[in-house]
């Protein structure tokens, strides 16, 4: 059932009204960030097309069919046979392929073809999942082409990505697009809570952490997370309440430390969830709405001495680093500069007034 998946309530519409009219199109791509739901989503929409005792027209969860197709069975780590191979679930009619290594293979696509071909063997259709969609190159992409352009009525294929731009237009013209937003740190909060039994308290500390992944929010480690929470307030008091150089120069050299090195974006991520709490609390947002709610002691000093525009500067300035990181700059060149524009506002501002 889809209200068993959190989020993504428009996806649930969209793809709740396309099965009820038996409007599903054959080609369906699925976009959106990392760990939001998609391959859940699109496993669900292949229960719902062979659940045994549908209510509502949902899959009911629990008959055979719907319970197999939830079953996914990777190979071993090391089998490259079975990675090359569509990957079944324990039912016969739906299976996933991903990419082995860097590429989707044409074997995969030839093999999704010949598949898809068949009248189902068991259930009312047959399924296919294509994830990481991104990574057919032209070869792959052009076996796939012939199947995604005219899907035998009984088969579907869903692709899945997190990168549509990287996509074929030949690719992405023959596919219904389906966009998934990221979850809202109260839709992952209680779906941790009530489908997960994770106590309230932890369950809001990771909702917060995941920045809209539920996938990292079931995986994130939270003492990474409070200690990257605690680093990142320290820059933001220097900058603001105690507009100490010496501190941020520390933090922009431990940030570069090779310990480190994994968390750097993370670390750009956390920072920028508390400027915008401390900016939001400034403009007399509801503390409810932060994302670092639990910090609003330390928030609130900040705050209060946080000006408007220079916090919508340095949201843009890490914006600009994280463009930058991508073209492979020298971090540790950039953070100090990062942190001592930062600061030069704060130099800026605290000038006296001309009269
Ligand atoms: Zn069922």
């Known amino acids: 059932m889809f209200d068993q998946i959190a989020g993504n309530k428009r996806v649930k519409d969209v793809l709740k009204r396309m099965l009820d009219n038996g409007r599903l199109p054959g080609a369906l791509l699925f976009t959106g960030e990392e760990g939001i739901g998609k391959k859940l ?53 739906v299976g996933l392929v991903i990419a082995p290594r860097r590429v989707l293979r044409v074997e995969q696509m030839r093999q999704i073809e010949k598949e898809a071909n068949f009248r189902p063997f068991e259930g009312k259709a047959r399924v296919f999942l294509i994830d990481e969609a991104d990574k057919l190159n032209d ?44 979850l ?19 369950a809001r500390l990771r909702a917060r952490a995941a920045g809209g992944s539920m996938g990292r929010a079931l995986s994130g480690d939270l003492v990474t997370f409070t200690s990257q929470r605690k680093a990142m307030l320290k820059v933001l008091n220097a900058l603001v309440v105690s507009n100490n150089r010496a501190e941020l120069l520390r933090s922009a050299e431990q940030l570069n430390e090779a310990q480190y090195k994994d968390e750097f974006e993370e670390r750009l991520d956390v920072l920028e969830t508390l400027i915008r709490d401390a900016w939001m609390l400034s403009l007399g947002v509801k503390s409810s709405q932060l994302v670092n709610e639990d910090l609003l002691s330390e928030l609130q ?44 506002d704060v130099a800026a501002q605290k000038r006296p007034k001309v009269r």
């Not at 629990?62 to 490259?80: K, M, T, V, W």
């Open 41 to 93: 989503f699109a496993l669900e929409v292949a229960r719902t097309l062979n659940c045994r005792t549908p209510r509502n027209n949902e899959a009911c969860g629990e008959c055979g069919p719907c319970q197999r197709i939830s079953r996914l069975n990777y190979p071993q780590r090391d089998d490259a046979d079975e990675w090359n191979q569509i990957i079944w679930t324990d039912h016969p009619d």
């Open 139 to 182: 070869a792959s992409a052009n076996a796939l082409l012939k199947v995604l352009e005219e899907p035998p009525r009984t088969s579907y294929l869903i692709l899945i990505t997190a990168r549509p731009a990287m996509l074929l237009p030949t690719i992405l013209s023959r596919c219904q697009v389906i966009r998934f937003a990221p």
């Open 184 to 202: 809202t740190p109260d839709e992952i909060e209680t779906h941790l809570t009530r489908s997960k039994e994770i106590d309230k308290k932890t």
């Open 301 to 344: 000093p900040i705050a209060e001495k946080l000006d408007s525009s220079r916090a919508a500067n340095w949201i843009l300035q890490i914006e600009d680093l994280r463009e930058q990181l991508i073209v492979n700059i020298n971090r540790k060149v950039t953070t100090d500069a990062l942190f001592l524009t930062m600061a030069g």
